[in-house]
């Protein structure tokens, strides 16, 4: 008795083509990795920036509602908002309208360093005496 075998070929990847694959698979997560840590870096920055805009405006508002007449200075404050420390620093100086002063706010995260410039945003403005 005489048997015959056939040989079946089975169909599949090959070890190089699986690790091909791979490897191309680990390029495309690398840089998916890489793009989301950069998006959500942005988005950070963008919070800040946009809550250091309103504390800006904030201190300009209510330098205009108490109708501050101040003297040329410079000032340094510490505020809290939104769960967040801010630096806030004042200036105010003279113009050629003896009626105005030129007041400038500059808003950063307060990192506790004595840096000295760590504002993310800074506004300039205009107050009267009347």
Request: overall charge neutral; aromatic content about 6%.
């Amino acid at each position: 008795m005489i048997k015959s075998f056939s040989v079946v070929r089975m169909r599949g990847f090959t070890l190089i083509e699986i690790m091909v694959a791979l490897i191309i698979f680990a390029v495309l997560s690398v840089t998916l990795l890489v793009r989301l840590g950069d998006s959500i870096r942005s988005e950070q920055y963008l919070e800040s920036k946009t809550l250091a805009s309103l504390m800006a405006e904030n201190v300009l508002a209510d330098m205009r509602i108490k109708e501050e007449w101040s003297d040329v200075r410079s000032d340094n404050r510490t505020v809290n908002m939104a769960g967040q420390r801010w630096e806030v620093k004042i200036t105010v100086t003279d113009t050629e309208n003896e009626n105005l002063r030129l007041v400038n706010v500059q808003v950063g995260p307060d990192t506790g360093r004595s840096r000295k410039d760590n504002s993310v945003f800074s506004l300039t403005s205009y107050i009267g005496r009347y």
